[in-house]
């Protein structure tokens, strides 16, 4: 059974993988004729904020966090895009710069895609554009949510909601059964919530003791997840 089927994922996620599933081969061709791979280590900088957009990123393996810096340089995490997904063509479609910074939670491997070849596959595809239309009608709605979960939902929720979407996003080669270890440092895990580290992890011995969550290191087992979703209070 898909966590689709039992909760509502959609409101959360974005769904940029299915911009290039299975493109018509000639738009396809066009779209990646000058792409270059490159492989990013843990930390590593993709793109900052308020630099030239010039072009996007397919990531063809692991996971990157998209983020914006306060007045005092504090990290605030709005989004982690995980293997198959898009980022930066916002900028690219709306002619600005790039509007938060990326870099790789872990090793990733990232396809760059230039603006110009970018730009021309959406003017003379019209499956991609209709693709990317729908994607970012979906993507203003996940916006909306987000926003509304910071305005009412507690901590406690807060990290709920997020360690459902971080265990599916942490699935590579998944079977029903596996164990899916969310392997977040609580810096980041914190930023992406909202709260203080401290707190953070208060809550999450709180989790453990009530035997949702097992925790070694600083890897994180989902062992209760029917349990996760009634607390995230999102069904």
């Known amino acids: 059974m898909s966590i689709k089927d039992i909760f509502p994922i959609e409101k959360w996620d974005f ?4 911009i290039l599933a299975d493109l018509p081969e000639e738009d396809l061709k066009q779209l990646t004729r000058n792409q270059s791979i490159q492989t990013y280590s843990k930390g590593e900088i993709i793109f900052r904020e308020k ?3 010039s072009g996007i990123f397919y990531l063809l393996k692991g996971m990157v966090k998209k983020f914006k810096l306060d007045k005092e340089g504090h990290e605030q995490i709005i989004y982690v895009a995980k293997r198959g997904e898009l980022i930066g ?4 479609l709306s002619g600005d710069r790039y509007p938060d910074s990326a870099a790789a939670l872990e090793e990733s491997k990232i396809a ?4 110009e070849d970018f730009l021309a596959a959406v003017q003379n595809s019209s499956v991609l554009s209709k693709r990317l239309l729908k994607t970012l009608s979906h993507e203003f709605t996940v916006f909306v949510n987000s926003i509304s979960m910071f305005a009412q939902r507690s901590v406690r929720e807060r990290l709920a909601l997020q360690l459902i979407l971080l265990r599916e996003k942490s699935k590579v080669d998944f079977h029903p059964g596996m164990s899916v270890e969310i392997n977040w440092s609580r810096e980041d895990l914190a930023s992406l919530v909202g709260t203080a580290r401290e ?12 035997g949702i969550l ?14 996760l979703m009634e607390m995230s209070n999102s069904a």
Not at 15 to 18: A, L
């Open 15 to 18: 769904n940029s993988e299915s």
């Open 199 to 210: 707190n953070l992890v208060r809550i999450l011995t709180e989790f453990k003791e009530e």
């Open 112 to 115: 760059f895609i230039p603006r």
């Open 51 to 53: 630099s030239f957009a």
């Open 89 to 92: 063509y916002h900028a690219v």
């Open 214 to 227: 097992e925790i070694k290191g600083r890897k994180i087992i989902v062992r209760n997840l029917e349990k």
